[in-house]
């Protein structure tokens, strides 16, 4: 059984920065895309970055320039870098592995699936 749980999250400032982390038991973590996913109040849920088992990441637009995911397939442990936070980033984020090895990063993000922690919060404020 796939366990996926999060950590960090919480309350940034605009212009801020916030460290999410992710630990990942139950598969063979270095053969699965990675991915982190928001959603806001009244919102869908959005892919904001994936990163594929061969380390190549995907960002929705909104994030690129601000947001850096990383894995560490060692620790089973993937990160999400938020710098420059912005109250738009104001949601609950989720992070999940693929249920499926050797997807890329981009299709994970756009089709979602798999296994997926309980989320953590981020809140921006101004």
């Known amino acids: 059984q796939v366990q996926v749980v999060e950590s960090g999250g919480g309350l940034g400032q605009v212009g801020g920065s916030l460290r999410l982390s992710c630990t990942v038991s139950?598969?063979?973590?270095?053969?699965?895309?990675m991915g982190w996913f928001r959603q806001a109040p009244g919102k869908e849920r959005e892919g904001v970055s994936c990163?594929?088992?061969?380390?190549?990441?995907y960002y929705v637009d909104s994030v690129k320039g601000r947001f850096t995911v990383s894995r560490d397939n060692a620790k089973n442990t993937l990160f999400l870098q938020m710098n420059n936070l912005q109250p738009e980033d104001t949601a609950m984020y989720y992070c999940?592995?693929?249920?499926?090895?050797?997807?890329?990063?981009?299709?994970?993000?756009?089709?979602?699936?798999?296994?997926w922690g309980q989320g953590t919060q981020v809140t921006v404020s101004s």
């Open positions: 999940a592995a693929d249920g499926q090895p050797y997807y890329s990063a981009e299709y994970y993000c756009v089709n979602q699936g798999g296994s």
């Open positions: 139950g598969l063979t973590f270095d053969r699965y895309a």
């Open positions: 990163i594929s088992w061969a380390d190549i990441p």
